[in-house]
């Protein structure tokens, strides 16, 4: 290889600034309704603009970016949307599941009690949580071992990043999780489909119980 395809090969990609303003939306750094400017991306991310437009161009297309006049912001999910993606999210994660209780591997298996385990050590720290929940389930996306599956759930949860707030966030829910995503892992540990679908489309619907308590409480607070 020459210097000269050494330096192309590390220059970041159009996938890599996607990668990077997704990211940055997801732990919050951009949240729903600020303004991305093509210029300010391209000097924060080290990158030149035109992979920061296809991104952006990419982000718009999959509706996590609205157009407010000629400007791009980070789209935010109406209480209808929310709802409909909670219905969507909730049986995909229970198929993926079931899933996982069929197909996991035992050092998969075993990687989801590790995780459950460590994440114990969260509870007092919801944002770091949040962190850890999102990698536990696309734990158990992989363990489905179905990629149309990922693709699907993939999308699901790159909106969910549109959620201003985390429902881990409300008062009592990070010990009540965590004892969720136990029961999940008995069942899936157990080889248990019905138990472990059953188990994380309860968990999805506590959530959502939660974040319309959450919404209720902000609507409150804000007449």
Do not use: W
């Not at 999210?89 to 075993?110: D, K, P």
């Not at 996306?141 to 429902?167: E, I, K, P």
């Not at 009540?176 to 188990?199: F, L, P, T, Y």
């Amino acid at each position: 290889m020459t210097c000269e395809d050494a330096m192309r090969a590390a220059r970041p990609t159009h996938t890599d600034a996607y990668s990077m303003i997704l990211e940055a939306i997801d732990i919050g750094t951009y949240r729903p309704g600020d303004r991305l400017v093509e210029s300010e991306l391209a000097e924060r991310f080290g990158v030149s603009r035109t992979p920061v437009r296809e991104a952006l161009q990419r982000l718009e297309t999959q509706s996590l970016l609205s157009r407010d006049g000629r400007s791009l912001i980070v789209a935010s999910l109406d209480h209808n949307q929310m709802s409909e993606l909670y219905v969507v999210r909730r049986e995909l994660e229970g198929l993926a599941a079931s899933l996982a209780a069929q197909h996991a591997t035992a050092e998969e298996v075993r990687i989801l009690r590790e995780m459950v385990e460590a994440d114990n050590a969260l509870i007092n720290d919801p944002p770091a949580l949040a962190r850890a929940n999102r990698r536990f389930h696309t734990q158990i996306h992989l363990a489905s071992h179905n990629r149309y599956l990922v693709q699907q759930l993939d999308l699901v949860h790159r909106t969910m990043a549109l959620m201003a707030t985390t429902s881990l966030a409300a008062d009592g829910r990070t010990r009540i999780a965590q004892d969720e995503h136990d029961r999940i892992v008995c069942a899936i540990e157990a080889k248990d489909e019905a138990e472990a679908g059953q188990a994380l489309r309860d968990h999805i619907s506590v959530a959502f119980m939660t974040r319309l308590k959450q919404d209720a409480e902000t609507r409150r607070d804000e007449a």
